[in-house]
């Protein structure tokens, strides 16, 4: 079966420093006992520790839990630090942050709130 993770509901960053020698079950129960979050829903949860050169990736796809660990061999991740934060993040935040720039770019055109004319 394959995904499709482009169209997934919700991809949140989990701020601050994660202890990455926690497996599914460690980092499920950090999903749902500190943030409140449903680790089986339509998410990809984002992790990383203290060196910011590396990052896990947790989804349930429904059947079961997938965890991707990528560690960079070049550059870090600008990862936002706020300790007690879980941030909802779009498709392009999450390409900056995997390129290895800030989530929040101040020269972006940032889309409209206005309706269209």
Known sequence: MRHDYTSVKNIYIICGKT???KGIDGLATL??????LDPYGDSIFLFSGTSKDRYKCLYFDGDGFAMLYKRLDNGKLQWPKNENEA???SQQELRWLLEGLAIQQPKAIQP??????
């Open 19 to 21: 202890d990455m020698r």
């Open 31 to 36: 999903i749902q006992d500190s943030f409140e």
């Open 87 to 89: 941030r909802n993040l």
């Open 112 to 117: 409209s709130l206005q309706g269209t004319f």
